[in-house]
């Protein structure tokens, strides 16, 4: 069974840093695409960015410059490094990765911006 279990949220204030982790069980992350969304209250859920099975990067582009996304294949982790973070930011973030036939999204985590 498939689990992408995110952490690493938290209240930081404005300006500040926070690095996400995507942790996955029951499959290999290195063979898919995995991204990260968020979703603000009252708000769609918008992609933030994604990479490759290759390793190639895509950023939203209100994030570019701020985060970066990476994998850790030996530790089967996504990462999502935040820094320069705004009130703007505040929202759910979740891992997704799509495999197949099937669309995987962990749990999310909540990551609060104070200004």
């Known amino acids: 069974q498939v689990q992408l279990v995110e952490s690493g949220g938290g209240l930081v204030q404005s300006g500040g840093s926070l690095k996400l982790s995507c942790a996955a069980s029951?499959?290999?992350?290195?063979?898919?695409?995995v991204g990260w969304y968020r979703q603000a209250p009252g708000k769609t859920r918008e992609v933030v960015a994604a990479?490759?099975?290759?390793?190639?990067?895509h950023y939203a582009d209100f994030v570019k410059g701020r985060f970066t996304i990476s994998r850790d294949n030996a530790n089967n982790t996504v990462y999502l490094q935040m820094s320069s973070l705004k009130p703007d930011d505040t929202a759910v973030y979740y891992c997704?990765?799509?495999?197949?036939?099937?669309?995987?999204w962990g749990q999310g985590t909540q990551v609060t911006v104070s200004s």
């Open positions: 997704y990765s799509p495999q197949g036939a099937t669309d995987y």
């Open positions: 029951g499959t290999i992350l290195s063979n898919y695409r």
């Open positions: 990479i490759t099975s290759g390793g190639v990067a």
